[in-house]
Nanobody, 115 residues
Framework: QVQLVESGGGLVQPGGSLRLSCAAS????????MKWYRQAPGKQRWLVAS???????NYADSVKGRFTISRDNAKNTVYLQMNSLKPEDTAVYYC?????????WGQGTQVTVSS
């Protein structure tokens, strides 16, 4: 069964950290470019970070220096380490896997940054 399953979300205070994980199954993970998106209430979904099959990463300007995307092909998992979290980081975070004409999405995990 092809699926992406996110985990690691939760409630954290401003300045805190969370590590999101996205476990893939049913695909040849190493062939997929992996991305993290987020969507806040009432807003569009937008790209937070991406990592290609060679391990090269890119970030949205608003998270550069605070977030780190990484992948472990042996575990079929992509991670998003989020540090120095701000209230404006509050959103549902989605994992996305892309290769050729295939575009897969996870169900999302809620991240809430609040005191």
């Amino acid at each position: 069964q092809v699926q992406l399953v996110e985990s690691g979300g939760g409630l954290v205070q401003p300045g805190g950290s969370l590590r999101l994980s996205c476990a893939a199954s049913g695909i040849t993970f190493s062939l997929y470019h992996m991305k993290w998106y987020r969507q806040a209430p009432g807003k569009q979904r937008w790209l937070v970070a991406s990592i290609n099959t060679a391990g090269s990463a890119n970030y949205a300007d608003s998270v550069k220096g605070r977030f780190t995307i990484s992948r472990d092909n042996a575990k079929n998992t992509v991670y998003l380490q989020m540090n120095s979290l701000k209230p404006e980081d509050t959103a549902v975070y989605y994992c996305n896997a892309v290769t050729g004409g295939v575009d897969l999405w996870g169900q999302g995990t809620q991240v809430t940054v609040s005191s």
